[in-house]
């Protein structure tokens, strides 16, 4: 009677396999940081997209699409995360369907392709440098646009915003740069896919 309730008590061996196989499976999140930077040339006769809000301002960025760095600089940060190359790459300023986009569809281009490789973004750091206009009214828009853009929480983003003291091409107001860094997260469900 005493060795058949001691021997209740012992792991059977499926039990004992079962475990040996949740020893094997991965539990911990995977995680990868990016970084992004993008400056565009400051003309008369354009708008000024920034985070994907129009700011008014008597100049607007240069370039082949909307020209928005911040949303340029994020959408690096996270290919980068990714390993997944750059803005330039994947939206080529040769092609004409690129031609004056609206850099937020970008954004969500970009968010689907490291969504379809099971990554999904923790946070996002934005610092835009410009001498002008002064953008701090500006930045609840745009971390608005920027979560929508990326189907996050507005808490997943943080703007930050400063000149460049008067100093080089940023300080002569001759353009506008933004650096974003981008940390993005693989639900533990998927960590044993390989990592692209
Ligand atoms: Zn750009």
Redesign the pocket.
């Known amino acids: 009677m005493a060795r058949a309730v001691s021997s209740s008590r012992l792991p059977s061996k499926e039990a004992m396999k079962v475990k040996a196989t949740q020893r094997k499976k991965p539990t911990q999140l995977s995680f990868r940081t990016g970084i992004g930077h ?3 040339r400051l003309i008369l006769g354009r708008k000024l997209m920034l985070g994907g809000v129009e700011v008014p301002h008597t100049h607007g960025l240069d ?1 082949h ?1 909307d ?3 911040v949303l ?2 994020i959408c690096d940060a996270i290919l980068g995360a990714a390993g997944l190359g750059d ?1 330039g790459e994947h939206f080529p300023n040769t092609d004409a369907k690129y031609k004056g986009i609206s ?1 937020v569809e970008l954004l969500k281009q970009v968010n689907k392709k490291i969504q379809d490789a099971a990554w999904a973004i923790e946070n996002v750091d934005v610092m835009i440098l410009a001498e002008a206009p002064k953008l701090q009214e500006f930045k609840p828009k745009m971390k608005y646009h920027i979560a929508f853009g990326l189907n996050i929480e507005q808490t997943q983003v943080n703007i930050k915003a400063g000149t460049n003291e008067g100093l080089g091409y940023i300080g002569a107001k001759e353009g506008i740069a933004a650096y974003a860094v981008v940390l993005l997260k693989r639900p533990a469900a998927h960590c044993g896919m390989q990592a692209i």
């Open positions: 993008d400056v565009h370039g699409s020209a928005d760095v340029h600089a803005i850099s």
